[in-house]
């Protein structure tokens, strides 16, 4: 087809990053703008104002409007870009062949401020392009372009934050503790399903969507030493983008007194110290069958107790008051394992237990 605008093509987006942006959409050839319609430029380290309209080009597939920025490069770079918008917004980079390299359409409506990171494989001109994610995307928008400062220390100590790009294969990078206290390590990245594995010192843990959305978080307490922090894509090393990798720590709580293991007297209280996804085991031994009642409670995570043994199972989340647990139950005599853990992904945490005969 003609158009008075430029030569019109069909172009189909296809996988990127483990999304499929589904749909074939009709645009103007983005190279063939006459002079007196320039393509806007925006620049690194500056913004751009642009709006979509009713009469701004439409995208077939959905009905969305949508206006393509030329993007500049003199070397190969890593770039961040940035949309602030009154609507739900998309952004798609792409190279010289009109060839997808980024696409960021994040599902958290109105006012989320999409960014999505990429690697410009060599100088040259990119497009990028702001659309709706809808037909009722319209209003003024301001576009920004940052170059990312990827220079990394040669290891975090005891705190502190990166950014990397994750390419393929794993990146590693070290942590150096000097001091025994409760870290937590978090792995955030807007264009993949992250993993995040803790090494070391005796230690190893791993974590896939702890920390929000699917980024991941590990919290543990670790010794005095060196440890190895993976980073890594979940489903495969197809997936690439920005990372960010941040290292938090606070006093370790006193371990002294704390039983996290072994037999659970009656009616003796205990506590001890819970780390997420890893539940600890006690053993009960019942003499005399009748009515028992548990209690756990924590201030630091959403309890959950488990009872199996002489052919029960039993488990309780919030049967004691808010997010304690409460369970109560005739159990014959014999041997019970009672296992203490967290509701999902919570802790780590201290905690109390307790078993009383009757109700």
Not at 112 to 140: I, K, L, M, N
Not at 147 to 153: E, G, I
Not at 217 to 240: D, K, M, N, W
């Amino acid at each position: 087809m003609a158009s008075r605008r430029g030569v019109w093509a069909v172009t189909t987006l296809a996988l990127m990053g483990g999304s499929f942006i589904a749909g074939v959409v009709l645009t103007p050839h983005l190279g063939t703008r006459d002079s007196a319609a320039p393509t806007p430029r925006v620049a690194i380290g500056d913004s751009v104002r642009g709006e979509l309209r009713a009469g701004s080009p439409i995208n077939l597939k959905d009905g969305s409007r949508y206006q393509h920025f030329r993007l500049d490069l003199g070397a190969p770079e890593i770039l961040l870009l940035e949309l602030e918008a009154p609507f739900a917004g998309s952004i798609t980079v792409l190279d010289e062949n009109n060839g997808l390299l980024a696409h960021e359409a994040p599902d958290a409506g109105v006012g989320s401020r999409p960014q999505v990171g990429f690697r410009a494989p060599a100088e040259g001109s990119y497009t990028v392009v702001v659309s709706g994610q809808d037909h009722r995307g319209f209003g003024p928008f301001t576009l920004s372009a940052q170059q990312v400062d990827l220079q990394q220390p040669d290891a975090l100590v005891d705190a502190g934050e990166l950014r990397g790009w994750h390419e393929g294969s794993a990146t590693t990078h070290a942590l150096e503790v000097t001091e025994r206290a409760r870290y937590a390590i978090a792995l955030a990245s807007d264009s993949f399903d992250t993993v995040l594995e803790v090494t070391g010192n005796g230690v190893s843990r791993e974590d896939d969507d702890g920390g929000d959305g699917s980024n991941s978080l590990v919290e543990t307490i670790l010794e005095p030493g060196t440890y190895t922090l993976r980073v890594s894509a979940f489903g495969g090393e197809s997936a690439s983008g920005l990372y960010t990798l941040a290292v938090t720590s606070q006093p370790a709580p006193d371990m002294t007194g704390m039983v996290n293991q072994g037999p659970l007297p009656l009616d003796r209280m205990l506590t001890g110290w819970l780390e997420p996804r890893a539940p600890n085991t006690y053993t009960l031994q019942v003499d005399t069958r009748g009515p028992y009642t548990f209690d756990l409670r924590s201030d630091d995570f959403d309890t959950v107790i488990e009872i199996e043994g002489q052919e029960l199972l039993l488990e309780d989340d919030d049967g004691g008051e808010g997010t304690n647990s409460r369970l109560q139950a005739d159990l014959p005599a014999g041997r019970y394992e009672v296992r203490v853990r967290a509701f999902g992904s919570e802790g780590p945490g201290t905690y109390t237990l307790v078993v009383r005969q009757g109700r």
